[in-house]
């Protein structure tokens, strides 16, 4: 079942006061995205990713188009009914940091879409039991709940940015380049928890990245932007994806992760 359906969508800046000039960081970009499918986004510094994901969720407005989701177009949404459909999408940023807010303890801030009763009403003790399961899920210890982010590194960070997403509970994520600021050495573990977690929640994925060979190692279909237009749709088979040898290369590129957990996950 298909999930979202872009079509022909735009977003298009315009500059200068009196010669206005007009940038098209996203032109007539038309795609889908199924049920529990993985979309890999992949395309040179500057060529519109992160505009797509951010047009999506309608973080920014389009110029024009269409973005069809769960059978609704979403840019006709007005704000109180974007508001009633957000939780059921999420972005992973590329700085973990930025997306918790400093001064919340690492425990508040994943209880917070609990506590915003989003799912409705839960018992103090209720909320700390969903708090300490998710802190496991993402394999965290308990004895983070009490910290702030600075006080983790960007890889824990990173997975506490997870635990608060999965505690909203959303259906579609779009994850725009998750682990590029991150330390080589926990790149693959973060990729390797985010596969685990799309395939128990079934999440449904819009995986943005330059890299293509994590992109590949990600996606089930991956589309090749170039100058704000998708050049390229690649479906992705059994043998084509992320095979073992690219498993091996990632983890050969990132060292000190042993491939074998990460060969188990393609
Ligand atoms: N608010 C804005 N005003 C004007 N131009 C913008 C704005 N946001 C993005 N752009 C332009 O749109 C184009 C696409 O930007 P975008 O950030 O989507 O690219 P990207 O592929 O995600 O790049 P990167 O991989 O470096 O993050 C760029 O040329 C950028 O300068």
Redesign the pocket.
């Known amino acids: 079942m298909r999930l979202i359906e872009v079509r022909d969508l735009r977003k298009h800046?315009s500059?200068g006061l009196i010669s206005k000039q007009c940038?098209r960081?996203v032109d007539s970009v038309s795609f889908h995205i199924d049920q529990g499918e993985t979309l890999g986004l992949v395309?040179?510094?500057?060529?519109?990713?992160?505009?797509?994901g951010r047009l999506l969720l309608r973080l920014i407005e389009p110029t024009s188009g269409s973005i069809i989701f769960d059978s609704r177009d979403i840019t006709r949404l007005n704000r109180k009914e974007m508001r009633k459909l957000r939780p059921r999408m999420q972005m992973i940023f590329q700085d973990p940091e930025s997306s918790l807010n400093p001064r919340m303890r690492i425990g508040e801030s994943i209880a917070e879409p609990f506590r915003l009763k989003l799912h409705g009403k839960m018992t103090k003790i209720e909320i700390r039991d969903r708090v300490l399961e998710l802190v496991d899920v993402v394999g965290l210890n308990p004895e983070h709940i009490n910290r702030f982010p600075h006080q983790l590194s960007g890889g824990q960070n990173q997975r506490v940015v997870l635990a608060r997403i999965l505690a909203i509970n959303p259906e579609f994520i779009v994850a725009d380049?998750p682990t590029a600021s991150l330390d080589v050495s926990v790149q693959a573990q973060i990729l390797r928890l985010m596969m685990d977690l799309k395939r128990k929640f079934c999440l449904t994925m819009l995986f943005?990245s330059?890299d293509m060979e994590v992109v590949r190692h990600m996606s089930d279909r991956i589309a090749v932007?170039k100058e704000?237009r998708i050049t390229d749709v690649v479906q992705q088979t059994r043998y084509s994806r992320a095979s073992d040898a690219t498993g091996e290369r990632i983890c050969d590129r990132i060292k000190g992760i042993d491939p074998e957990p990460l060969r188990a996950t393609i």
Do not use: D, L
């Open positions: 800046y500059s940038s960081a395309g040179e510094s500057g060529c519109g990713k992160t505009t797509v380049e943005i330059h932007m704000g």
